[in-house]
């Protein structure tokens, strides 16, 4: 049996959550994020905890960054995060452009689950964190089309699901003609129209 291709690239996305690092001033680590009870410095430390967790998912090599749940505390962020976040993203990307990766069952956040999926929620993390991020920091971020359209229909296809609300909030409901970006987020739970301020 042939390992099938991978069903997208990470790449993009990824890239764009790097660019966005340079925009972070220290200043900004103690902001608010859409993410609620989580500051900037708790979402770049979950950045780079998720980075890893489904980096070493990707491998099938299991240990605590795949088997933590991490809802059970505050994410630390390193001093070193400028540097380490972006070759997290990095490897991330590298690791999810394997056939194998997609194949087989694998583990992230303590959870068993297959291959295709972990890559799904994989990107969809990154994409959402991404606007996150901006989003927090005051900075663009435009999504590309691509991850934007496979995080739609990600997130579409968990609504009804019984244990979605314990990963995200209730749906946010947007307009059918808004941009693609603005229903991503809403069926994430966000409001699109957030900002620090409100």
Not at 37 to 49: D, I, P, Q, T
Not at 98 to 111: F, H, I, K, L
Not at 157 to 171: H, K, T
């Amino acid at each position: 049996m042939t390992a099938q291709k991978p069903l997208f690239d990470l790449a993009p996305p990824a890239r764009q959550v790097a660019q966005l690092l340079d925009g972070v001033s220290d200043d900004a680590l103690s902001a608010p994020t859409p993410c609620e009870k989580y500051e900037v410095r708790h979402l770049l430390g979950h950045l780079l905890g998720l980075t890893a967790a489904f980096r070493d998912a990707a491998k099938k090599e299991f240990g605590p960054t795949t088997g933590t749940d991490p809802g059970t505390a505050l994410p630390v962020l390193d001093d070193d995060w400028r540097t380490r976040l972006p070759s997290r993203l990095d490897e991330l990307v590298d690791a999810w452009r394997s056939p194998d990766a997609w194949e087989g069952m694998t583990q992230a956040g303590g959870v068993d689950l297959p291959g295709e999926i972990a890559g799904q929620v994989a990107l969809n993390e990154i994409v959402l964190h991404g606007w996150d991020l901006a989003r927090a920091t005051g900075q663009p971020y435009p999504g590309d089309e691509p991850s934007l359209r496979a995080s739609y229909e990600f997130l579409a296809s968990a609504v009804g699901d019984p244990g979605r609300d314990r990963i995200f909030g209730p749906v946010v409901d947007v307009p059918d003609d808004a941009p693609l970006l603005d229903r991503v987020v809403g069926l994430a739970g966000r409001n699109p129209s957030w900002s620090p301020e409100r």
